[in-house]
Structure formats: structure tokens, C-alpha cells
């Protein structure tokens, strides 16, 4: 994530979840797993200026929808499902836990 946040496209390994961000927003390029250096640099010389540019401004497109903000709310949710489902959250601490959501969900809403 850091890197497409910088505006920097990424070069990775050919993982299947790599693969599929990268190729899902158009932010960078995949090769090999084998890690061949020619198979590398001839990946790397055949971006071209314009190509290049589209990838950075990708970059941003990625960032946006990859934020950590909007995981963060439905991580916060789900331990609260979680919590609540196994009794976990006892009355007192429900009402806590509830404010504590509703404050976080407000901030980055």
C-alpha cells in the first residue's frame, strides 16, 4: 500500500494476490517467480513514458479505495458482532463498545 500511496508504481513477484491488486487498479507490473534478472529488466524497459504516467496516476485511485480507514470500520464492526454474539460484551461494556464504534465510525466517515 505504501508505495502506490507515494505515487510509485509496484514491481512484484507473480503472486496471486499481488496479481490481482496490481492488475485490478493498472499500479505496477508482475514478473516471474522465478526472478530471472533479463526477464526483470526487459519487463521493466518496456514501460514507456506514457504507460508509466498512467500507472501513477493509478496509484492514487488505489490508494484511495485501499485505505486503511475504511477496513479499520469493518474490522471495529465485526469484533463487535463477534463480541456480542459470545457474550463477550457484557451489558455495561456493550454500551462502551457501542460508543466507541459510533465515535470512530463519525471521525472518518
Known amino acids: 500500500w505504501e508505495y502506490p500511496a507515494a505515487g510509485v508504481p509496484i514491481l512484484a ?19 516471474s517467480r522465478e526472478l530471472n534478472p533479463e526477464s ?4 521493466v524497459n518496456a514501460i514507456d513514458g506514457e504507460r508509466l ?3 501513477k496516476r493509478n496509484c492514487g485511485t488505489y490508494a484511495a479505495a485501499e485505505d486503511w480507514h475504511i477496513y479499520q470500520i469493518r474490522l471495529l464492526d465485526l469484533y463487535s458482532k463477534i463480541g456480542h454474539s459470545h457474550g ?12 466507541l464504534i459510533s465515535r470512530v465510525k463519525g471521525a472518518w466517515k
Do not use: C, F, H
Open 88 to 99: 463477550l460484551l457484557k451489558p455495561k461494556w456493550r454500551q462502551v463498545w457501542n460508543t
Open 13 to 31: 513477484s507473480d503472486m496471486p494476490e499481488m496479481r490481482r491488486k496490481i492488475d485490478q487498479y493498472g499500479i505496477g507490473l508482475t514478473v
Open 53 to 55: 504516467a498512467e500507472m
Open 40 to 43: 526483470i529488466a526487459k519487463s
